[in-house]
């Protein structure tokens, strides 16, 4: 009977363990990118975004759509030729510092604000290497909502 159990158990975890879609993040490839309310071009537009390399979470797939969810936790498709795979992110807190070098004992650069779209160029450790307008420095990996790997 135990081993039944298990038996039961272990197909029930790779069955429902192979149906979970892994979440990752993609950015916007063009300036003008529509969110639909399903994943078909037959859908009305929800949201239409402006903003060239803004990171977006792929929570799920639908042929040649995807379903996504952006820093303010508006959720839609999209289709995959509007999504790119260069490093993008969001500044996710208040305010942030950017700091010439990855310490908090090298020269700051400037203040960010909430909602900043950053490109991110590397990261190592807790810190990411960002430029945003002309500034280019370290953040704290963790104040940040997007791609960075």
């Keep these: 009977m135990f081993k039944k159990i298990i038996s039961y158990l272990i197909f029930f ?33 929800k949201i239409f975004y402006t903003k060239k390399g803004l990171p977006v979470l792929v929570q799920d797939v639908s042929e040649n759509f995807r379903k996504i969810r952006d820093h303010e936790n508006n959720t839609g498709w999209i289709h995959r030729s509007q999504l790119s795979e260069k490093k993008g992110a969001i500044v996710d807190e208040n305010r942030i510092l950017v700091f010439k070098k990855p310490t908090v004992f090298s020269k700051p650069i400037v203040i960010l ?25 370290w953040v704290y990996k963790k104040d940040l909502w997007g791609k960075f790997n």
């Design 13 to 45: 975890f790779i069955t429902f363990s192979s149906l979970v879609a892994e979440e990752y993040f993609l950015t916007l490839r063009n300036e003008k990118t529509n969110l639909r309310q399903g994943p078909s071009f037959d859908y009305p537009i």
């Design 113 to 137: 604000q909430k909602g900043r779209l950053c490109l991110v160029d590397k990261c190592k450790e807790e810190w990411c290497k960002i430029m945003t307008g002309r500034y280019t420095g």
